[in-house]
Structure formats: structure tokens, C-alpha cells
């Protein structure tokens, strides 16, 4: 009797095969062969930049930021002057090595991959970085994903808000977000570093960010004030003293409802988008009960045409 035998048992699959089956995965939506296929492909290619940085990418999408941080500090190390002329002289694998190291909490790590990419200062050290990296717009609960099989924070409706940056991936809420949104002033959120529209800040246009995590809830508690009879001077003035105590003040009256084309864009006043609320002066206060009912009533108490409304929202 004769034994057949097929051919192609026991064959080992060249890179650009797996490469293909990977890239017909994500096309495919099928992340856990996506993840298989990545695994095969650093085991054929274990000293390839490619290799780990699209693996590490995978890792970032996933969410899975101790392996993203592995990975990505071995593409780091395998850099060579080749991919730096195919990247424009940046290495986009030590970005995504500061995020996922911003969102563990290994600040040494962090340090040293915003060095590598370029980011001046920042020195050495396992300290949380605090530094001031200016005011950017973050799009919370984003709504479009960046990368394939992307798991995307979901706590309530897309809103996007100006946040003080700490470090080129994460910031502090500094506006008081719509409850919607199950974000609360002062939250510290990571974000990623890829320009997903604009926003005007002065008489500039700033890129938005998308937000990638929580990484703390403020716990502040968020309300509602319908004030009538207040100036914009009286309104600036609440605003500072609320400021001085650490609490949040945001004008809502002045929200709009964007069309998605001009949320990932540059907005554009032309479009026939929701108009702002217009009748009596809406804010979204943000503060702790006794501290932020002490405020707002010695403020109003000062101004006897003002009333103040005043409503715990959550």
C-alpha cells in the first residue's frame, strides 16, 4: 500500500506570506488571528523594525499596553538609518513607546522614548512627568477608530475638550465635559498623538487628539447653573474665583453640535449645524457641594440682579 505525503507539511511560510494572511485579517475584522499572525511574523523576522513596529501597533489598538511596550522598545532598538529615511528621521515606534509606557505608569520608560523621538527636557527619572505642554482639544469617547481592531474607550457620547497636556500623551481635563460624555473636569486621560481635525485656539488652529484611556476619574462632581442677569465681567469674575479653588467653570450656552465632517476637520461656520442655545447663560460648573455652593452664593449675593439657578447633574 502506498502512503501519500502532502507536500506542504512541515513547510515554514516566508515573511511576506504572513504578512499577507495578517493584512487580510484586519481587513477581515478577525483580531485574535490578527494577533496570531503578528506572533508568527516576529518569530520569522526577530531582528526586523517593521516587524515589531506594525506588532507593536497591533498591541496599541488592542489596548494591551504592557506588550505594546515591549514591542515597541524593541523596534526601538532596532532602528536602523534605513527606516529612519523612510520615516523622515523620526521614529514613530518610540511615540507609540511613550504612550504605552504614559499609560502604565513607567515614567523612566516614557522619558526615554519622547527623548528618543526628539522631545527635549524631559530628562531622566521614574517621577510622573508634570510638565506644560500647552492647551490641545481632545476628542473623548472618539467615534472613529485610528487603527485596526481598535478597542475604543466608550463611557458615553463623543465631545471634544481643551485639556492641559502633562506630556506628548496625556492631559487633564480643563473643561467641564456634557455628562454625556462620563468624563468629568479634571479627569487625567491619555491620548494619542495622531491629528484627527483642528481647533481654533487665539488665532490659531491647534490639531485635536483622540483620547485613548482614562487613566484617573476626578471624581468632581459635575452641575448645571441657568444664570440670568449676569454681565460677561460678572460671569469672568465667577470664573476666576471658582479657578483659584481648583474648581471648573464652562460656558455651555456656547456648545455646538458639529456634523462629523467638520468635528474630524476644520470647522466650518458656513454648515447649517444646530445653533448654540441662546436664551439665558447655561454653565457647567464643576466642584465638590460645599466648596462650589459657598463660591456661587457669595458671588450672586454680591450682585442682586443675579439669579442662579443652581442643579446637581451627577
Same mark, same amino acid.
Given at each position: 500500500?502506498?502512503?501519500?505525503?502532502?507536500?506542504?507539511?512541515?513547510?515554514?511560510?516566508?515573511?511576506?506570506?504572513?504578512?499577507?494572511?495578517?493584512?487580510?485579517?484586519?481587513?477581515?475584522?478577525?483580531?485574535?488571528? *490578527?494577533?496570531?499572525?503578528?506572533?508568527? /511574523?516576529? $518569530?520569522?523576522?526577530? =531582528?526586523?523594525?517593521?516587524?515589531?513596529? #506594525?506588532? @507593536?501597533?497591533?498591541?496599541?489598538?488592542?489596548?494591551?499596553?504592557?506588550?505594546?511596550?515591549?514591542?515597541?522598545?524593541?523596534?526601538?532598538?532596532?532602528?536602523?538609518?534605513?527606516?529612519?529615511?523612510?520615516?523622515?528621521?523620526?521614529?514613530?515606534?518610540?511615540?507609540?513607546?511613550?504612550?504605552?509606557?504614559?499609560?502604565?505608569?513607567?515614567?523612566?520608560?516614557?522619558?526615554?522614548?519622547?527623548?528618543?523621538?526628539?522631545?527635549?527636557?524631559?530628562?531622566?527619572?521614574?517621577?510622573?512627568?508634570?510638565?506644560?505642554?500647552?492647551?490641545?482639544?481632545?476628542?473623548?469617547?472618539?467615534?472613529?477608530?485610528?487603527?485596526?481592531?481598535?478597542?475604543?474607550?466608550?463611557?458615553?457620547?463623543?465631545?471634544?475638550?481643551?485639556?492641559?497636556?502633562?506630556?506628548?500623551?496625556? *492631559?487633564?481635563?480643563?473643561?467641564?465635559? /456634557?455628562? $454625556?460624555?462620563?468624563? =468629568?473636569?479634571?479627569?487625567?486621560?491619555? #491620548?494619542? @498623538?495622531?491629528?484627527?481635525?483642528?481647533?481654533?485656539?487665539?488665532?490659531?488652529?491647534?490639531?485635536?487628539?483622540?483620547?485613548?484611556?482614562?487613566?484617573?476619574?476626578?471624581?468632581?462632581?459635575?452641575?448645571?447653573?441657568?444664570?440670568?442677569?449676569?454681565?460677561?465681567?460678572?460671569?469672568?469674575?465667577?470664573?476666576?474665583?471658582?479657578?483659584?479653588?481648583?474648581?471648573?467653570?464652562?460656558?455651555?450656552?456656547?456648545?455646538?453640535?458639529?456634523?462629523?465632517?467638520?468635528?474630524?476637520?476644520?470647522?466650518?461656520?458656513?454648515?447649517?449645524?444646530?445653533?448654540?442655545?441662546?436664551?439665558?447663560?447655561?454653565?457647567?460648573?464643576?466642584?465638590?457641594?460645599?466648596?462650589?455652593?459657598?463660591?456661587?452664593?457669595?458671588?450672586?449675593?454680591?450682585?442682586?440682579?443675579?439669579?442662579?439657578?443652581?442643579?446637581?447633574?451627577?
Amino acid at each position: 500500500m502506498r502512503m501519500r505525503t502532502w507536500r506542504g507539511l512541515g513547510k515554514r511560510r516566508g515573511p511576506g506570506e504572513v504578512w499577507r494572511d495578517w493584512t487580510a485579517a484586519d481587513e477581515a475584522g478577525d483580531a485574535e488571528r *490578527a494577533a496570531a499572525l503578528a506572533a508568527e /511574523l516576529l $518569530e520569522l523576522t526577530p =531582528r526586523s523594525y517593521f516587524s515589531w513596529f #506594525h506588532a @507593536g501597533l497591533l498591541s496599541k489598538a488592542l489596548g494591551n499596553w504592557a506588550e505594546s511596550c515591549e514591542r515597541n522598545a524593541r523596534a526601538l532598538e532596532l532602528f536602523t538609518p534605513e527606516d529612519a529615511e523612510a520615516f523622515d528621521g523620526v521614529n514613530p515606534a518610540a511615540w507609540n513607546l511613550g504612550i504605552a509606557a504614559t499609560a502604565l505608569g513607567d515614567w523612566a520608560t516614557a522619558r526615554r522614548a519622547w527623548t528618543a523621538y526628539g522631545v527635549d527636557g524631559l530628562g531622566s527619572g521614574t517621577e510622573p512627568i508634570d510638565g506644560d505642554f500647552g492647551l490641545a482639544p481632545v476628542r473623548l469617547n472618539p467615534d472613529q477608530p485610528s487603527l485596526p481592531h481598535q478597542v475604543m474607550p466608550s463611557a458615553g457620547t463623543p465631545e471634544v475638550v481643551w485639556c492641559r497636556r502633562r506630556s506628548p500623551a496625556h *492631559a487633564v481635563i480643563s473643561n467641564v465635559p /456634557l455628562p $454625556e460624555s462620563g468624563h =468629568r473636569f479634571g479627569d487625567v486621560i491619555l #491620548h494619542d @498623538g495622531e491629528p484627527k481635525g483642528t481647533r481654533r485656539l487665539g488665532d490659531r488652529e491647534v490639531a485635536v487628539f483622540d483620547q485613548l484611556q482614562r487613566l484617573e476619574d476626578s471624581g468632581m462632581p459635575t452641575w448645571q447653573a441657568a444664570v440670568s442677569g449676569a454681565s460677561q465681567d460678572d460671569l469672568q469674575e465667577l470664573s476666576e474665583l471658582l479657578e483659584i479653588r481648583g474648581l471648573g467653570m464652562d460656558d455651555w450656552s456656547g456648545i455646538r453640535a458639529m456634523c462629523p465632517e467638520c468635528s474630524h476637520g476644520s470647522p466650518d461656520t458656513s454648515h447649517d449645524h444646530p445653533p448654540a442655545q441662546s436664551e439665558g447663560t447655561l454653565l457647567g460648573l464643576a466642584g465638590r457641594e460645599p466648596e462650589l455652593t459657598e463660591v456661587v452664593a457669595g458671588w450672586a449675593a454680591a450682585r442682586p440682579a443675579v439669579a442662579v439657578d443652581l442643579a446637581l447633574l451627577w
